[in-house]
């Protein structure tokens, strides 16, 4: 089975200060990691993603995220925050459990971004 | 380059009505996903298709019925609507190749 837990339910930062958006995942397959984002009533995009390759990934936007295996953590971080970051984000990890892919979404997480 | 494509964006039906929402994958693309997400919710996995087969299903409701077309786009099929199915439904689509999903921008259905 797989789980995604993100740990904030809302973010609230200032302008050109750094983000971090907190998530831990649990897999007992080697699994593949996400993060999308949700603008308001808008459709999901991905931010970036983590396959078995390098474990610092660069994203769109300036994002990017470490993957830490032994803190089971792929925790969401930005230098400097824009008024356009503010959104729901999600932590979204799939992988082959039962032979067959699974994507599970975390709850999300709010960021707003204050000027 | 291309993207998933979702139709209608926006549908409002009654109570006990039913509705069909449409995806249209990106080109190339053998899998399809559908999601739901309730007002203020994560995306909750409906069902996917591969190669025009189901090939996983989630919480989806015995009232809709999904398949997967020659051509690869897929259709969702909702009867007996209620309230509770008011709700943002995604597609998403992927290659086997490729972990990725990309999503759609949704259908936006209420239920009156």
């Not at chain 2, 209620?82 to 759609?104: H, M, N, R, W």
């Amino acid at each position: 089975a797989q789980s995604v837990t993100q740990l904030d339910s809302h973010v609230s930062v200032s302008e050109g200060t750094p983000v971090l958006l907190r998530c831990n995942y649990s897999s007992s397959y080697s699994p593949s990691l996400f993060w999308y984002v949700q603008h308001p009533n808008k459709g999901l995009q991905l931010l970036l993603k983590y396959t078995s390759a390098a474990t610092l990934v660069k994203g769109i936007n300036g994002f990017e995220a470490e993957f830490k295996k032994s803190e089971t953590s792929f925790h969401l971080t930005k230098p400097s925050a824009h008024m356009s970051d503010a959104a729901e984000y999600f932590c979204v990890v799939s992988s082959m459990d039962t032979g067959r892919r699974a994507l599970t979404f975390g709850s999300g997480t709010r960021l707003q971004v204050q000027p | 380059a291309a993207g998933v494509i979702q139709s209608p964006r926006h549908l409002i039906k009654e109570k006990r009505e039913t509705a069909t929402l449409k995806c249209y994958p990106i080109p190339r693309h053998d899998t399809v996903y559908w999601y739901q997400q309730g007002p203020g919710q994560d995306p909750q996995f409906l069902i996917s298709f591969y190669e025009k087969m189901q090939s996983d299903k989630g919480s989806i409701p015995d009232r809709f019925s999904a398949q997967q077309f020659s051509d690869y786009h897929s259709e969702l099929n909702m009867s007996s609507l209620e309230l509770g199915d008011s709700a943002l439904y995604f597609c998403a689509s992927s290659t086997t190749a490729d972990s990725v999903e990309y999503f759609g921008p949704g259908t936006r259905l209420t239920v009156t």
